[in-house]
């Protein structure tokens, strides 16, 4: 039979492991490009925009369109790669075990 307590403890373990790792992820930054680097984004684990860098040979006031098409993109990019190093983390600490269904700590 299983000892629920010490199954407990290791759960609580596993939580707290978790949240360590997930603050420090909030602590990264990830950048995504579009249009070949002439957008560039930094977001952190948070997907908060920390700044955008866009190279000033595409500010024509008629490329305007195109420009807020590129930061779109760049964000997005941003964004998947923040949450594929969350989940890569998330993996490594639950060894593999699926937890759907089970909220993580984000």
Not at 52 to 79: C, G, M, R, T
Request: charge should be negative.
């Amino acid at each position: 039979m299983m000892n629920i307590q010490g199954l407990m403890k290791q759960a609580q373990m596993m939580q707290k492991k978790m949240q360590e790792e997930q603050e420090k992820l909030e602590q990264q930054e990830f950048i995504g490009t579009s249009g070949g680097g002439i957008v560039k984004i930094i977001i952190n684990g948070k997907f908060s925009i920390l700044k955008i860098n866009i190279d000033k040979s595409i500010l024509a006031p008629e490329e305007s369109e195109v420009l807020e098409d590129l930061i779109i993109a760049a964000y997005s990019d941003a964004k998947t790669k923040a949450e594929a190093k969350m989940g890569e983390t998330m993996n490594s600490i639950t060894g593999g075990l699926n937890l759907n269904g089970i909220k993580l700590p984000f």
